[in-house]
Nanobody, 114 residues
Framework: QVQLVESGGGLVQPGGSLRLSCTASRSISTYRMGWYRQAPGNQRELVATITSGGITNYSDSAKGRFTISRDNAKNTVYLQMNSLKPEDTSLYYC?????????WGQGTQVTVSS
């Protein structure tokens, strides 16, 4: 089992930045890690993923504004979000997947509003 704890969400004005963090309870260096989000009434959607080798993938809405990174020594994945828009408002979830496992965090709320 892997427990994931997200942090870094909050209220930010349009155009602002936030950095989300997700720390796992044990080593996840061989797993793919990612961030997803879900707004009320919508399905959960991919934001960004990063493989164990550092290959990244972004949704079209995240490209050019968000950056995913990982620090395996700290069992942590980050999501740097810049130029935030009101439509980025959502509950953001951390995901760790691989080797037949699939773990989710509890989510951290991001609200973009003036």
């Amino acid at each position: 089992q892997v427990q994931l704890v997200e942090s870094g969400g909050g209220l930010v004005q349009p155009g602002g930045s936030l950095r989300l963090s997700c720390t796992a309870s044990r080593s996840i260096s061989t797993y793919r890690m990612g961030w997803y989000r879900q707004a009320p009434g919508n399905q959960r959607e991919l934001v960004a993923t990063i493989t164990s080798g550092g290959i990244t993938n972004y949704s079209d809405s995240a490209k050019g504004r968000f950056t995913i990174s990982r620090d395996n020594a700290k069992n942590t994945v980050y999501l740097q979000m810049n130029s935030l828009k009101p439509e980025d408002t959502s509950l953001y979830y951390c995901n760790v997947a691989g080797w037949g496992d699939d773990y989710w965090g509890q989510g951290t709320q991001v609200t973009v509003s003036s």
